[in-house]
């Protein structure tokens, strides 16, 4: 079977498809790509199919040597790869020859590159999934991020190539934002006005210690009348939770699958994805919309996406 | 057997692809329940396009395709299956024993909780170990069991700085609630003790220990019997 062999694993750099849903009577969530968009698209690029496993690298990339031939795409946020020493282009197939290093850089823009290989990475299922969830150690290649010496292995090709490259317009369409748009959360109506008035106006910056189980966010406080605290419930991917100090959390796909804490607002399924490639520091707004906008705008998504017509040229 | 939900259920959209069913806004082993029922029913009859199920103690939030379906039609299916809660039986409570060694480096705030108490050490573990508690749901992290049922005696704050890390296996106790940590992972509940056996198993095919609806008992045992029971 052909190899990847991990010379350096970048920052934090995990093997990941897209998650295994359906165990929350169980207390395990998804997990899964934290830009799921991205996954696809790479793996649409190599002929594989979407939700094929691929490498999440985490702000700066790692260093990888080919010793077969493979074919390869990078996709998310361009970290400025190279391929002995030859620039990569992002969002684009590229043939690499036995021997061959692969050393992807740091991030020019976003939180994360996906590497995405002809074949996929195969390693052993958890619960029908091969992606990594980091607290609980399970999945993906040993339930951990990579290091140095991992020797990962590339499936056989399932599906043909495809002929054209995506477009300009339709990456354009996929890109990430930093205004996300949301729907209501569930205790909306706990909040005063004033308080929404305060969460849809304010900029929200993404602190040090966010990551795949949730981005901490700072800037004006929400609070609200009744307290933070209320009866545990299941939390659904997005939900933006209000803490008793009232900054906003952003519950990502590593979620607790439970909790206590008033959820002002959720981020709709079309931005999850934007969600992913947030880095520290960044700065952020909420839009509201309504339910049908939510569900039109991930329509569209799907429609690009879905459609060969439409994403290649 | 018992009656239809006391209260009127009450459907709350939480995302584009998720809706929560409230089973009233309060604890009560009723609307526990009737969430178990709920979740039965949909085991056992799956509805198209739902991906995810996560019952709490009077909610039960679900998932869905938005791609395959939406609120109002999930609403109107999920009312039919309300509708049928009081022909759901449920099964006899499973009785689980869970191992444990009190105090010392398995339970390091055993002493603490007894001062706090006024008892002496015996007495906590005796009073923690002579409860039976109700699991209520899993969550949080996998396996991780919300017990119900904590003695009023032994009710007490969590603490005030959580810790970075605490062993998997570790039984505690924050506010009226006890749990056991199936994985290692930062927290603030009082630790009392430590079980050896294994509480989330992945290798497993029932990959929890404990499940939703059962009644749950620690028995105290002797370093020796811990260290016995890790090597089996």
């Known amino acids: 079977m052909n190899e990847i062999r991990v010379q350096s694993p970048g920052l934090l750099t995990t093997v990941q498809d897209l998650g295994r849903e359906g165990f929350g009577p169980l207390g395990v969530s998804a997990s899964g790509a934290a830009d799921p968009i991205s996954l696809r698209l790479g793996n649409l690029l190599v002929g594989n199919p979407q939700g094929a496993a691929a490498l999440e690298m985490t702000l700066l990339g790692g260093t990888f040597l080919f010793p077969q031939s493979a074919l390869i795409a990078l996709t998310g946020s361009d970290f400025g790869a190279a391929l002995d020493g030859q620039g990569v282009a992002s969002a684009t197939a590229t043939n690499v020859s036995p021997g061959q290093t692969l050393h992807v850089g740091s991030t020019r823009s976003g939180a994360r590159c996906y590497l995405c290989v002809r074949g996929g990475i195969v390693v052993k299922p958890f619960l029908g999934s091969a992606s990594t969830h980091l607290l609980t150690g399970l999945g993906g290649y040993e339930g951990r991020a990579l290091r140095k010496g991992d020797v990962l292995r590339i499936g056989p090709p399932v599906a043909p190539l495809p002929e054209n490259r995506p477009t300009a317009t339709a990456i354009e369409q996929l890109a990430p934002r930093k205004l996300l748009r949301v729907t209501p959360g569930p205790q909306n109506d706990s909040f005063p006005q004033p308080a929404l008035h305060a969460f849809y106006t304010s900029t929200y910056r993404v602190a040090e210690d966010s990551n795949r189980m949730g981005l901490r966010l700072e800037g004006h406080p929400i609070m609200r009348e009744a307290g933070g605290e209320m009866i545990t419930e299941g939390v659904s991917l997005g939900a933006i939770q209000i803490t008793v100090g009232g900054l906003p959390i952003i519950l990502f796909v590593e979620q607790q699958t439970t909790g206590g804490y008033a959820k002002i607002a959720n981020v709709i399924s079309a931005d999850l994805h934007s969600v992913g490639q947030l880095r520290p520091r960044d700065e952020i707004r909420f839009e509201p919309v309504d339910w049908e906008t939510a569900r039109s705008l991930l329509l569209a998504q799907e429609k690009l996406l879905g459609s060969e017509d439409t994403l290649f040229k | ?232």
């Open chain 2, 1 to 232: 057997m018992s009656a239809a939900p006391a209260e009127p259920v009450q459907f709350k959209r939480a995302s584009d692809r998720s809706l929560l069913i409230y089973f009233g806004h309060k604890i009560t082993r009723q609307a526990h329940e009737d969430v178990r029922r709920l979740l039965c029913l949909l085991e056992l009859e799956p509805i198209p396009g739902v991906r995810n199920l996560h019952p709490a103690y009077c909610s039960l939030l679900v998932t869905f395709d938005p791609l395959q379906s939406h609120h109002d039609r999930l609403e109107k299916i999920l009312l039919q299956y309300i509708g049928r809660l009081d022909k759901v039986a449920l099964p006899e409570p499973r009785e689980v024993e869970i191992p444990v060694c009190y105090g010392g480096d398995y339970g390091p705030d055993l002493i603490d909780v007894s001062s706090l108490h006024g008892m002496t050490p015996e007495q906590v573990i005796a009073l923690h170990s002579s409860s039976s508690y109700l699991v209520y749901f899993l969550g949080f992290v996998p396996g991780f069991a919300y017990l119900g049922g904590l003695p009023e005696a032994l009710v007490t704050p969590r603490l005030a700085t959580p810790r970075r890390k605490v062993p998997f296996g570790s039984v505690g106790i924050a506010g009226n609630q006890t749990g056991v940590y199936p994985v290692s992972t930062p927290g603030g509940w009082r630790l009392l003790g430590r079980t050896p056996i294994s509480i989330f198993r992945p290798e497993r095919k029932d990959l929890s220990l404990l499940a939703i609806g059962d009644s749950v008992r620690f028995a105290p045992i002797s370093p020796t019997q811990f260290a016995a029971l890790e090597r089996a």
